[in-house]
Structure formats: C-alpha cells, structure tokens
C-alpha cells in the first residue's frame, strides 16, 4: 500500500496483526506528547465517535488524538509519514464500525492488563480506554442529550464513566481503584457499548435515509458549459441559459 496516496479502499482494510503493533508504537513513541492517546484510549475514544447519533468528521475529532494543545501534534518526518499514520488511524475506526455492525454483542475493546506486585495474575484493565471514551464523549455530549435523559443510559455510561471520569463523587470512588473493582466494571463495558450502539441505531438509519433522498440523482443529464444550450439558440450553454446575466 502507497503511503502517500489514500484510496477508499484501502479505508476498509482492517488493520494487520503489524500494522497494529506499528500504530501502538507510533502513538507512545517520542514523536508524539506525553498527552497522545495510546492504542486503548485511541480504541475507546474512536469508539465514542462511531457509536452515537452522528457522524463526526476527522478534521474535528483527530486533534483530540495528540492532545488537548496544538503543540501536541506529532512531528512527522514527512508527509508520506503523516498520511500512513493517519490512514492507520481511520483503518482502525471502520474496524471497530465493521465489528459493531457485524455483532454488537461480541465487540471487543482494546483493554490492558494489570497485577498486583510480583502476581502472576492478570487483571483486565480498562481504565486508559475508558479515559479514551470519556475524552471523546465530552467532544460531542450535546449530541448524546437523549441519552443522558434515559436512565438506561445513565446505567449503561455507568461503567464507562465510573473507571474513565475525573469529577467522581467520593460514594463513587470508593467502587473503583483495586484490580477486583476495575476488573468486574472493565467485563461491563462490552455490553454497555453495544447497548448503546443499539440505542442510536434508529437515528443512524434515519439520518442515512435522509441524506439518500436528498442525493437523488437528476432524471436529466447534466449540461456542460460548453455543451450546444438546450434552449435552442444554437449558442454554447455558458454563452446563454448558462450566463447569469443574459436572459432569452
């Protein structure tokens, strides 16, 4: 694949087990700022983005990638690198659209992993990818009213919030913060995604009908400029219809 040249399909080609790794490395390497997202946040953070009512354009959720400042951006070496990351990036976010919309039920987040001291045991860790989340939602909450509104939203941002919000209560901290506790809230998550996936999924659909009807396509072939005028006249269109200033 040409690094410096985009195709839209190339959009929809799931990212490899390498190219995975590569995009991991990138996002903590000493190009980017100790603010960047690493690869769980940048999943629960893209998650926000692709599961609620709208669509978001990436021109308004990519800084948020790199940090809350404009001198978080990455120094990139060359363009060629830019372009590469940043296709890396969108491959990611229509995986995880292509995974909801294939099973909701089996979705599976990018956690991480924590132990206790010398243990050899593994907790499941959620914490980064949900921070991920909460940062993406806080971009576009007005968009998610109806939502917050619902009580069954509140239950299902529940876990999310709990391990990724900083404006706990102290009731609230006291459920987090040991490995047991995060764990159970972590194997939560899943569910509360795709229930939430599920929720917006009516609007999704009306708003892609909506922008179908309003796409139809003309029942009449378009008229260059320098096509004969339908009128008649004999003249090119941009010399007569097509001129603004002249009427006949």
Not at 76 to 98: E, S, W
Not at 148 to 161: A, K, M, N, T, V
Request: glycine share 8%; hydrophobic share 35%; aromatic share 8%.
């Amino acid at each position: 694949m040409s690094r410096s040249k985009l195709k839209p399909a190339d959009l929809d080609t799931p990212l490899s087990e390498e190219e995975f790794d590569e995009l991991d490395e990138f996002l903590i390497s000493d190009v980017t700022s100790e603010e960047t997202l690493t690869i769980e946040g940048l999943d629960g953070y893209l998650t926000a983005m692709v599961i609620g009512p709208d669509t978001v354009p990436p021109s308004y959720w990519l800084p948020g990638v790199w940090g809350p400042s404009e001198n978080d951006a990455p120094a990139f070496k060359t363009m060629d690198q830019a372009q590469h990351i940043l296709g890396l990036i969108l491959r990611h976010m229509n995986g995880i659209i292509a995974n909801l919309e294939n099973d909701p039920d089996g979705f599976e987040p990018v956690f991480g992993f924590s132990r206790i001291d010398d243990s050899d045991h593994e907790y499941i860790d959620g914490e980064a990818w949900a921070v991920g989340f909460m940062q993406g939602l806080a971009l576009i909450r007005t968009d998610w009213q109806t939502l917050f509104d619902s009580e069954q939203g509140q239950e299902w941002l529940s876990p999310i919030r709990l391990m990724g919000a900083r404006d706990l209560t102290r009731e609230e901290e006291e459920l987090v913060g040991t490995p047991q506790q995060d764990e159970a809230l972590t194997k939560q998550i899943p569910a509360s995604v795709a229930a939430i996936y599920r929720f917006w999924l009516p609007h999704r659909q009306a708003v892609h009908e909506q922008k179908l009807a309003s796409s139809t396509q003309r029942t009449e072939p378009k008229v260059g400029r320098n096509d004969p005028c339908p009128c008649g006249s004999g003249k090119k269109f941009k010399k007569c219809c097509g001129a603004a200033a002249e009427l006949h």
